[in-house]
Structure formats: C-alpha cells, structure tokens
C-alpha cells in the first residue's frame, strides 16, 4: 500500500507527519519525494547502500582552444545564457536549458554538451526500515523523473524486503513533482493549515488529486491556531465530500522531538499530539 502525504503549500508539516507516520508500530520504507529539498535523510539518517546518479539533461560548456569567438551563439541563444564581450563567449550553467543549439550552430565545433550527473537518488536503511530518497542538484531539471525513479526504487525495496507500506512524503505544491508522487498510489493524506492560503491550496490539491480517482483524506494541522478558520475548512470538505480525518493542535514538542533527530512518536509517544497521530493512521489503514 502506497500511502502519499502531501500538501497545497509548505511549512503545513507535512514532513513531520510523514516522520511519525513512518515510526509507527512495525517497519515500512518511506520515500522522500521532495527531491528539490529533500529533508528526512536529516532526521532519520539513514545507510547508503546503494547511489544512483540521476542524469538531469545537459549544459552547454565552450572549448576555448576551438572558439573563434564569433559570437553567433550569444545571437541565437533564446535563453540568454550566453554573453558574449567582443573577446570571449561566457556560458552561465544556471541559465543554459540545455537545448543543444548552440553546439549545433558552432562553426568551430567548440561548444559541446555534457550531462548533469550531480543529482543523486539514494537506498538505504533506517531505524525502522527502509528509506530511499532523491536530491536533485541546485539548477538541474526534471524533478518529475526523479520522483518517479524514487517511487519505483521503493517499490523493489518493499518487494525484496516483504515490507506492506510504502509512505510517500510529497513536495508542496500542485505541479510535475506531486502529480509524479500521488500518480497510482492507494491513499492520499493532505496536511493544510487554518489560513487563507491554506484553505485555498488545500482546494487546488484535492481538485488535482480527485483526477487520479484517490481516496483522499484531510489533516488540519496546528488548528488551534485559528480555530474559526479550521472549521471553515472543516464545513467546506465536508460540503465537497472530502473527510477531514483529524485535526492537530499546535504543540512545541514537535520541533523539539526534530531538535533531537526523532519523531513526535518516538520523542513522546503518550503526547496528546502523537495520541492523536496514531488514531489518524488506525484510520486512514483501515478505511477502503
């Protein structure tokens, strides 16, 4: 079983969730989707025992042993990653979308395209059980890939370690990387906040989720925070259908337990908060 957590916006604590979700009773592999700020490796700190380069497209580089300069590639370039001085073509790696143009316009063939092979995606093991995660480098593209490389590396480890449950913790947001971490999977658990913005995100995921026909459930998450707020996004699932499966008060011991490299579980498993957590999973394993 597949269960995604995700989020219409960041900073909802998804990830904390997604941390004590994964500490419970027996051992499961979490996935860590997020790969552009992937952040459970620093809490659980898991083994690595396997590395896999994610090739991330390509970047332009200039042979400056070959070039003229002629400057027809700064003229061409529709991305403006390179300048081009009078006496030397400059090509920003940030800037470059690594369309190939430039290299195939060259006269002197001095410009050529290497692979982007600094992102990693990583397999290993945790305090209980397996962890796999993918860290894309800073400027590469295709998160959407990656994302899906993670999924299918968690579901060979769940399948060779005869793990049921697979938690995905998902990247905010409703774009490529979502749509890559909830496509196929069993459940959906989305963590808002009582704010505006949440309430507004919150709308945008579940339009996006209800598209792959996913049992979807809701976690308002610090509602006592603004309690009105939460029962306006209480009184609008419940309106449009959706199951607001628990509501979380605001509770300090949730960084302090990440202060100390734990889950709110393993931290104080007898907090009101984690008591509240561990009916939330009873229900969301059970519920078909």
Request: with cysteine; proline share 3%; aromatic share 6%.
């Given at each position: 079983m597949?269960i995604a957590?995700?989020?219409?916006?960041?900073?909802?604590g998804?990830?904390?969730?997604?941390?004590?979700?994964?500490?419970l009773n027996?051992?499961?592999?979490?996935?860590d989707?997020?790969?552009?700020?992937?952040?459970?490796y620093?809490?659980?700190?898991?083994t690595?025992?396997?590395?896999?380069?994610?090739?991330?497209?390509?970047k332009?580089?200039?042979n400056?042993e070959?070039?003229?300069?002629?400057?027809?590639c700064a003229?061409?370039?529709?991305f403006d990653?390179?300048?081009?001085?009078?006496?030397?073509v400059?090509?920003?790696?940030?800037?470059?979308?690594?369309c190939f143009?430039?290299s195939?316009?060259?006269?002197?063939?001095a410009i050529?395209m290497?692979q982007?092979?600094?992102?990693r995606?990583y397999?290993?093991s945790f305090?209980n059980?397996?962890m796999v995660?993918?860290r894309?480098?800073?400027?590469?593209?295709?998160?959407?890939?990656l994302v899906?490389?993670?999924?299918?590396?968690?579901?060979?480890?769940?399948g060779?370690?005869?793990?049921?449950?697979?938690?995905?913790d998902?990247?905010p947001?409703i774009?490529?990387?979502?749509?890559?971490t909830?496509?196929?999977?069993?459940?959906?658990?989305?963590?808002?906040?009582?704010t505006?913005s949440?309430l507004?995100?919150l709308?945008?995921?579940i339009?996006?989720?209800?598209?792959?026909?996913i049992?979807a459930f809701?976690?308002?998450?610090?509602?006592?925070l603004n309690?009105a707020?939460s029962?306006?996004i209480?009184?609008?699932?419940?309106n449009?259908g959706?199951?607001?499966?628990?509501?979380?008060?605001f509770?300090t011991?949730v960084?302090?337990?990440?202060?100390?490299?734990?889950s709110?579980?393993e931290?104080?498993?007898?907090s009101?908060?984690?008591?509240?957590?561990i009916?939330?999973?009873?229900k969301?394993?059970n519920?078909n």
């Amino acid at each position: 079983m597949e269960i995604a957590v995700i989020s219409g916006k960041g900073g909802t604590g998804k990830s904390s969730i997604s941390a004590a979700f994964a500490t419970l009773n027996g051992r499961k592999v979490i996935a860590d989707c997020d790969v552009d700020a992937a952040n459970l490796y620093l809490l659980f700190n898991p083994t690595h025992e396997e590395e896999i380069i994610y090739i991330a497209g390509h970047k332009a580089h200039v042979n400056y042993e070959l070039c003229t300069p002629c400057g027809i590639c700064a003229n061409y370039c529709r991305f403006d990653a390179i300048s081009f001085n009078g006496a030397r073509v400059t090509i920003s790696e940030i800037s470059c979308d690594g369309c190939f143009l430039c290299s195939r316009i060259c006269p002197e063939n001095a410009i050529r395209m290497l692979q982007n092979d600094k992102s990693r995606m990583y397999s290993g093991s945790f305090r209980n059980g397996k962890m796999v995660y993918g860290r894309l480098a800073p400027g590469e593209e295709n998160s959407g890939k990656l994302v899906n490389m993670v999924r299918e590396k968690a579901k060979q480890v769940a399948g060779e370690n005869n793990l049921e449950i697979i938690i995905l913790d998902g990247p905010p947001g409703i774009g490529c990387p979502v749509i890559s971490t909830i496509t196929g999977a069993d459940k959906a658990v989305i963590v808002t906040e009582p704010t505006i913005s949440g309430l507004h995100d919150l709308q945008r995921t579940i339009e996006i989720v209800r598209k792959f026909d996913i049992k979807a459930f809701v976690i308002i998450n610090k509602c006592d925070l603004n309690s009105a707020m939460s029962d306006q996004i209480e009184t609008w699932c419940s309106n449009t259908g959706i199951k607001v499966i628990g509501q979380l008060p605001f509770d300090t011991g949730v960084v302090e337990a990440m202060v100390q490299g734990k889950s709110i579980i393993e931290y104080d498993i007898n907090s009101d908060v984690s008591r509240m957590i561990i009916e939330i999973w009873n229900k969301i394993i059970n519920t078909n």
